[in-house]
């Protein structure tokens, strides 16, 4: 599966020259036929990584809790619709549903890309329907919006501070037929200081998102959450990685068949809502939202009927979720809601 579509890269290489790291995150996640997401399902225990849906139901419960409390916070509207941004094979939405079903009449929509992604996803969420893009989403109801892992695979750029200006790190042909990272030999005016070497990193299209966001909720109403792997405050450094079977890889060696990431600039991001006219709460640690949202309780609600086997799981599943050095720190939760809005729950001071 890697060989074609590294030799698409390689012949658009030959004739424009090297491309952005946005570029290259675009094709090997995206492309049509080559790309990780288009091509292959490997989330899960024996794929190339795990999200927290697939460690504990307990996860998406809980999500699914928060957003009933947003929906009563809009007034418990008789139409709303959930959507969830890159669902992966439906879990958290399978879970979500199931803790709310007997509240809420949310009407379940997915935004996705992957057609076999989608295969899964109908397993999990038959009732779910389908959209490429936000934009597409419809209008016609509130809209409560979950992101679980979802703003870490979208492309990113990179700049590197070189003789006192700024240069785009770019990806270009290697000898030996590979790729490699280069600098631009334009120099970009980015208004930031820093010393020779620095790397700078953003991502235009999670910016986007937010931006698209931000005009249906103010349009339509409703609220967001986002939670993904980055620190509170980042911008500075190279966090551009690949995973393959669990473990790091190499992210130029094999386009299209391991997962490409980057860490989440939530402080950037919630700048980017204030300014298109929402409230941005957090970040908090995704450990500190799941315990607000009672999850230590949810975890003795289910042990209650477990079996001494599956109740040593679900403590394993609870410190994985929460602890400070597990994902508890790791990942980090923001909120996005309308100006008049309260604090939504888990994010009160």
Request: overall charge negative; aromatic content about 8%.
């Given at each position: 599966?890697?060989?074609?579509?590294?030799?698409?890269?390689?012949?658009?290489?030959?004739?424009?020259?090297?491309?952005?790291?946005?570029?290259?995150?675009?094709?090997?996640?995206?492309?049509?036929?080559f790309g990780y997401y288009t091509s292959r399902t490997s989330i899960g225990a024996a794929g190339d990584f795990i999200t927290a849906p697939e460690i504990s139901q307990m996860f998406g419960e809980l999500l699914g809790l928060w957003a009933a409390d947003c929906w009563q916070q809009i007034g418990a509207p008789s139409r709303c619709y959930l959507?969830?941004?890159?669902?992966?094979?439906?879990?958290?939405?399978?879970?979500?549903?199931?803790?709310?079903?007997?509240?809420?009449?949310?009407?379940?929509?997915?935004?996705?890309?992957?057609?076999?992604?989608?295969?899964?996803?109908?397993?999990?969420?038959?009732?779910?329907?389908?959209?490429?893009?936000?934009?597409?989403?419809?209008?016609?109801?509130?809209?409560?919006?979950?992101?679980?892992?979802?703003?870490?695979?979208?492309?990113?750029?990179?700049?590197?501070?070189?003789?006192?200006?700024?240069?785009?790190?770019?990806?270009?042909?290697?000898?030996?037929?590979?790729?490699?990272?280069?600098?631009?030999?334009?120099?970009?005016?980015?208004?930031?200081?820093?010393?020779?070497?620095?790397?700078?990193?953003?991502?235009?299209?999670?910016?986007?998102?937010?931006?698209?966001?931000?005009?249906?909720?103010?349009?339509?109403?409703?609220?967001?959450?986002?939670?993904?792997?980055?620190?509170?405050?980042?911008?500075?450094?190279?966090?551009?990685?690949?995973?393959?079977?669990?473990?790091?890889?190499?992210?130029?060696?094999?386009?299209?068949?391991?997962?490409?990431?980057?860490?989440?600039?939530?402080?950037?991001?919630?700048?980017?809502?204030?300014?298109?006219?929402?409230?941005?709460?957090?970040?908090?640690?995704?450990?500190?939202?799941?315990?607000?949202?009672?999850?230590?309780?949810?975890?003795?609600?289910?042990?209650?009927?477990?079996?001494?086997?599956?109740?040593?799981?679900?403590?394993?599943?609870?410190?994985?979720?929460?602890?400070?050095?597990?994902?508890?720190?790791?990942?980090?939760?923001?909120?996005?809601?309308?100006?008049?809005?309260?604090?939504?729950?888990?994010?009160?001071?």
């Amino acid at each position: 599966m890697t060989a074609p579509l590294l030799d698409l890269i390689l012949r658009r290489i030959a004739a424009e020259g090297p491309i952005s790291l946005s570029d290259y995150m675009a094709e090997c996640l995206l492309h049509p036929h080559f790309g990780y997401y288009t091509s292959r399902t490997s989330i899960g225990a024996a794929g190339d990584f795990i999200t927290a849906p697939e460690i504990s139901q307990m996860f998406g419960e809980l999500l699914g809790l928060w957003a009933a409390d947003c929906w009563q916070q809009i007034g418990a509207p008789s139409r709303c619709y959930l959507v969830e941004l890159g669902p992966g094979r439906g879990t958290l939405m399978q879970d979500a549903l199931r803790a709310t079903r007997k509240v809420v009449p949310f009407l379940p929509l997915f935004v996705e890309a992957s057609a076999k992604l989608r295969a899964l996803q109908a397993q999990a969420v038959p009732e779910a329907a389908w959209y490429a893009e936000i934009a597409a989403l419809p209008d016609d109801a509130p809209l409560i919006v979950l992101g679980n892992e979802f703003l870490d695979a979208l492309p990113i750029k990179q700049y590197q501070m070189q003789h006192g200006a700024w240069r785009e790190r770019r990806i270009a042909a290697s000898d030996d037929g590979g790729l490699h990272i280069v600098l631009s030999r334009d120099a970009f005016p980015l208004a930031r200081e820093a010393t020779e070497g620095s790397i700078w990193e953003t991502s235009p299209a999670s910016h986007a998102v937010i931006e698209a966001l931000a005009v249906r909720l103010k349009t339509q109403g409703g609220a967001a959450l986002f939670i993904d792997y980055g620190p509170e405050t980042s911008g500075f450094g190279d966090s551009f990685q690949a995973v393959r079977g669990h473990a790091y890889a190499d992210p130029l060696a094999s386009p299209g068949a391991v997962d490409l990431t980057a860490h989440v600039d939530f402080q950037s991001l919630a700048q980017t809502a204030r300014r298109a006219g929402l409230n941005a709460h957090g970040p908090i640690g995704q450990g500190a939202l799941l315990n607000r949202l009672g999850i230590g309780l949810r975890a003795q609600q289910l042990k209650a009927r477990a079996t001494p086997a599956q109740a040593e799981a679900i403590d394993a599943a609870l410190h994985r979720l929460t602890a400070d050095a597990a994902m508890g720190r790791l990942f980090q939760a923001l909120a996005l809601t309308l100006r008049d809005a309260p604090p939504p729950a888990g994010f009160a001071p």
